[in-house]
């Protein structure tokens, strides 16, 4: 599976953007970028996934860099309850593709 | 409300007992995982199944076992032979469609210690 690299830890304040970094040097053609993110002591939860284009939803927006070496995850305006753990996921279509592979991923500290 | 459930939230045993995590989920998906999470760590596949009477291995099964016999049910078995058993312990499960969405859906999780 191809690797994904994120810094360990960022602090945002409260209302303010927050860019979260991924990347992703070995990327394939078919591996679509997935973002999770995990609430302290829950499971895991989807926050968005994107292929070539960048995408928006309600939650946040993923850009995603013209050679696919890296994206960004953007949250517009964080809260409080955006602090977590978030995940860069390289997900293939084929082969195996059940399979989530986590990293470490990057703890994101809101403050107040 | 759909969702997946697992119980118990924690949970202790002695050294050497098996001790069977339960995951069900209501969401009908056919797709089901387990993971083990260590702190300060990303999850780690266990086991998962993609249909009903069907399991592969995930990257760290030794020392596990699971069974899935029913569509809605998927319990994982920490043997005695699992060597570093304390941890979290999540469940989540999928639509088996080859799409590029298949957003997996997690449960809250059990923390099992071993004493």
């Known amino acids: 599976d191809a690797k994904t690299t994120q810094p360990n830890s960022m602090e945002s304040n409260e209302e303010e953007p927050v860019h979260l970094p991924c990347n992703h040097s070995t990327i394939s053609g078919t591996d679509y970028i997935h973002w999770y993110r995990q609430l302290p002591s829950q499971g895991p939860e989807y926050v968005i996934h994107g292929l070539t284009s960048n995408v928006n939803n309600r939650m946040a927006s993923l850009a995603i860099a013209e050679d696919r070496k890296s994206s960004t995850l953007i949250l517009h305006r964080a809260t409080l309850r955006d602090a977590a753990v978030y995940y860069c996921?390289?997900?293939?279509?084929?082969?195996?593709?059940?399979?989530?592979?986590f990293g470490k991923g990057t703890l994101l500290t809101v403050n107040p | 409300d759909g969702g997946i459930t697992q119980s118990p939230k924690y949970l202790f045993r002695k050294e050497g007992q098996n001790v069977t995590l339960s995951c069900e989920q209501n969401l009908n998906h056919d797709a089901m995982y387990w993971y083990r999470q260590d702190p300060g760590q990303g999850l780690r596949l266990i086991y998962y199944s993609q249909i009903v009477n069907d399991f592969q291995k995930g990257d760290i099964a030794e020392g596990y076992s699971v069974s899935r016999e029913k569509k809605e049910s998927f319990p994982l078995t920490v043997t005695s032979a699992q060597k570093n058993p304390t941890a979290f312990y999540l469940c989540a499960s999928s639509d088996r469609g080859r799409s590029s969405y298949n957003e997996q859906f997690f449960g809250p999780g059990t923390r099992l210690t071993v004493l």
């Open positions: 996921i390289l997900r293939s279509i084929g082969g195996s593709n059940y399979k989530l592979t």
